[in-house]
């Protein structure tokens, strides 16, 4: 059963800073990584997908990178902004739908 | 539509109730994803549809959830006798297929009174 592991929970960090966000998977035999932002009471915002033979992708002052064969994905927020908080939530499709993390919840203090 | 759509945004039922949910995904996408957020917790997968492969209902909690998809196009999740614990906001997802990116619609918040 595939399980998703998002470290940490919670990160608090001061405007302006690089940060990496976590997640981890069971199952290396998956098709695809999704990186998600929610934004308290609303619905997820898709980032970034990955496609298992990719390493990484970039959109704007995110990058997100796959190592499928050691289960694990990071999220990089470069010149972290106050606009930026939310929870990042990631999810990998394989031969079951898309498994999430719990999320890692960032707040950027201005 | 621009994207995925979901109807009611709020509904507030009496517990023993039914309520239907409704999510009108993006035109084209073959599959379509029900998933359940509970307050301070993570997404808990419910159904999916795939084009017309019979839907993979593992996640359902109970056989009071059930979930169709007419014409390959919206979907409805009918919860029976609404209980307390099925408060929570129900979030539907549609993608072009498995392998494709997912986008989310903003949600169902369900309260069960």
């Known amino acids: 059963k595939q399980e998703v592991t998002q470290i940490p929970a919670a990160l608090s960090v001061p405007e302006g800073e690089n940060l990496v966000l976590n997640c981890s998977f069971t199952?290396?035999?998956?098709?695809?990584l999704q990186w998600f932002r929610q934004d308290p009471g609303k619905g997820l915002t898709s980032l970034l997908l990955i496609q298992s033979s990719q390493r990484e992708q970039t959109s704007g002052r995110l990058n997100a990178s796959l190592d499928k064969s050691s289960g694990r994905s990071t999220l990089y927020i470069a010149a972290s902004q106050p606009g930026d908080s939310a929870t990042y939530l990631c999810?990998?499709?394989?031969?079951?739908?898309?498994?999430f993390g719990k999320g890692t919840r960032l707040s950027v203090i201005a | 539509g621009a994207g995925v759509s979901q109807s009611p945004s709020n509904k507030v039922t009496e517990k023993g109730k039914d309520v239907e949910l409704r999510c009108d995904p993006i035109?084209?996408?073959?599959?379509l994803y029900w998933y359940r957020q509970s307050l301070g917790q993570g997404l808990e997968f419910l159904i999916y549809?795939?084009?017309?492969?019979?839907?993979?209902k593992s996640g359902l909690p109970s056989d009071r959830f059930s979930a169709e998809r007419t014409g390959g196009s919206v979907s409805t999740l009918t919860i029976q006798r609404t209980q307390q614990e099925d408060s929570a906001v129900y979030l539907c997802a549609s993608s072009l297929g498995t392998r494709s990116e997912a986008f989310f619609g903003q949600g169902t918040r369900l309260t069960v009174v």
């Open positions: 549809f795939q084009g017309n492969s019979a839907p993979d």
């Open positions: 999810a990998v499709s394989g031969n079951t739908p898309l498994v």
């Open positions: 035109s084209g996408h073959t599959a």
């Open positions: 199952d290396s035999a998956i098709y695809n």
